[in-house]
Structure formats: C-alpha cells, structure tokens
C-alpha cells in the first residue's frame, strides 16, 4: 500500500503538478498549541523547483499561522489526493520557510511561477520547502469530485489593495501579527518589495 521515495521525480512528480488543490499541515512546539491544517490552490501557484524542493505562494487571508509554524520550527506536511483518476495520496514531510517580500531571493524566487499573476492575490510571502520524507499511500477512500475552475472572488477582494490598504487590512486582523498561540506571524507593516 504505502511506499516511501527519497525524493519527487517521475510519477510523484507528475501527480502533484496535476492536482488543483494541496493541503499544508503545521504546528507549534508546544504540545497544547494550535496545529493547522489550510487547503490551498489557484492554478499556477505551485512549483516542484527540484526532485527535493518545492514552492507556494502565501497570498493574503484572514490568519498567518503557517507562517508563524514555519518562523518557530519549521516543520511542515504538504499532501495532495487524487480526486479525480486512480485514487492516490502523496505527502512530503519537510522544512518549510517563508521567504518574505524584501528578502533578495523573493524576485527570483517568483519567477519560478510564470504561470499566474500574484499581483491581484496579496502576496505576503514564498512558502519553501525542502523534503525530508516522501510518501505515498493508496487513497482508495478520497471520493471522486469534479475540478471546474479557481474561484476568482479573492483576486478580486485583494486586487482593490495596494500595499498600505493590505498592510492596513493585516493590522485589522487578530491572527497576522502573531498566531493564535502568540507566535510572531507575518511582519508588519507588510515589507516593501526589494527593501
């Protein structure tokens, strides 16, 4: 059933890259802490850099606390399921980092997603993570569901902010800042590009 891979290539690879949606799992050290689990998507916004890195991008939302994970330990779990097709989970378990909007590599780390437009999504940060383990197990439970198309409703909410009305939009939020269990979040005001 399950099988272990020292890294993504061919067929792992393949399936991820397929998949309209993944979803991350984080938690603090604490053992009473808050873990997360977010589901994420939009077309284009993933990347497999190489056969043991891969990439996301954080766009805006109502909480950073896989940020705030990441910035405290850096543990993280990424899996897709196969929803459509034969049925198939995979998950890679790893070393997450946020790369934040003036670190010198978030330029070039962004054009290694030629395929959307971050611009109207808010981007906070590039989520990158490195591979520890890889596994896949048989998914023989996930049901079929359909893919039609990416909502379009958050490019349009965030596409309305320029970088002072998201940064003021962030500082509203109770869980951006800092997490739910008061680790440091996203850094505010959100840093300029290139600073």
Known sequence: ????????????????????MFFTATA?????????????G??????????LTVA????????AETVAHLR?????????????????????????????RDD???DELLARFPGIDATPHGLRAIIV??????????GYAVPFMAYEEDRDLHGQFFS?????????????????ASSIDGLPGLPLPLPPRGA
């Open 104 to 106: 010198p590599r978030f």
């Open 160 to 176: 309305r902010k320029d970088d002072d009305a998201l940064s003021a939009y962030f500082e509203g939020k109770e869980d951006i």
């Open 1 to 20: 059933m399950g099988k272990t891979y020292d890294r993504i290539d061919g067929r792992l690879r393949k399936f991820i890259e397929q998949q309209p």
């Open 56 to 63: 996301y991008l954080d766009f805006a939302g109502s909480n």
């Open 42 to 51: 939009l077309k284009g916004s993933f990347a497999v850099f190489d056969e």
């Open 129 to 138: 993570v490195t591979a520890d383990l890889v596994r896949d197990t048989c």
């Open 28 to 40: 603090p050290l604490s053992g009473d802490g808050t873990i997360n689990l977010s589901p994420k």
């Open 72 to 100: 405290e330990n850096g543990r993280i779990t990424l899996m897709w399921c196969a929803f459509q097709g034969p049925p198939s989970i995979v998950r890679v378990h790893g070393r997450g980092e946020p790369v934040f």
